[in-house]
């Protein structure tokens, strides 16, 4: 009996072990197979275009920009009638630019010639997305609008929505817009993975991370942060948190929304918010200096 009893504890030791080991193969497995498949977690490219810009009224053109690594990109510029400036609109991570038509043709409504690209991977664009491969994206995007069109730099808001967001960020950084506006974004990569996947060592996982909190207090340029208090995606403490890191002049707009429905053309109160912004980082350009009704100086005999 005493033999027989001795046995059933270390009988039990010998499975708990086993148990622990399978628990950790699993886990090791799991972190494993997310670490190399990652970007299919953070990327949702969509090929098929669900709508053009003229099925909305809207005059565009069908473009093709050149990143520096040699990647062709598809975008389409949408001109205002004697516009006021310019955006460049930098979309969420899923679909392709036929999903935000309805942003375009509100910038267009308020007197922006506006550019919407596809990042490398999505609808029309060649290459696979990556941080660093979108980042080219958005240079592409800006040397199209200030050297092809030749837009000054002084008159181009930057808007970044959703992953977006740190797509605008970092091309703030690298160059000088009238403003920025970052909709519905995050800190950074790291934060949203260490939110969603707290059991994952996240912090040393990805490869791609987007870290905005860390960039923006060195953009000089007028910031405009909108976030939705109902966002499950993205909390407001997120939207919070990189607005507290970004260094004046800023301004954070707070509407009653969820992630995908606090954009300037879903909500009123954002969207008068934005108009504000607008105003103060695209003024009307000044009269000419004693000239006639249709801006003409006269020339001295």
Known sequence: MAAGSQSRPFSFRRRLV????????????LTILIGLFQRRLIYYPVAALESLPSHWNLPYEDIRLR???????????????????AAIFCHGNGGNISYWVGAVRYLHELGLDTLIFDYRGFGQSQGSPSEAGLYLDAEAAWRFLT???GTPAGRI???????????????ATRVPPAGLVLESTFTSLVDVGRLHFPLLPVSWMLRDRFESVLKIGSITCPKLVIHGTEDGLL???????????????KRFVETRAGHNDAGFEDRPDVAVEFA??????????????????????????
């Open 147 to 149: 050297e092809t069109r």
């Open 276 to 301: 504000a912004f607008l105003d103060e980082v695209l003024p009307a350009a000044p009269a000419a200096r004693d000239g006639d009704a249709e801006g003409n100086v006269p020339v001295e005999q």
């Open 157 to 171: 808001v930057l808007i970044g929505r959703s992953l977006g967001g740190g797509v605008a960020t970092e091309l």
């Open 67 to 85: 990143t520096t690594d040699g990647v062709e990109l598809s975008a389409w510029f949408v001109p205002a009638t004697d516009a006021r400036g």
């Open 235 to 249: 909390p407001l403490a997120m939207g919070r948190r990189l607005f507290d890191a970004a260094g004046e002049p």
């Open 18 to 29: 086993r148990l622990s080991i399978l628990i950790l193969a699993a886990y090791l497995g």
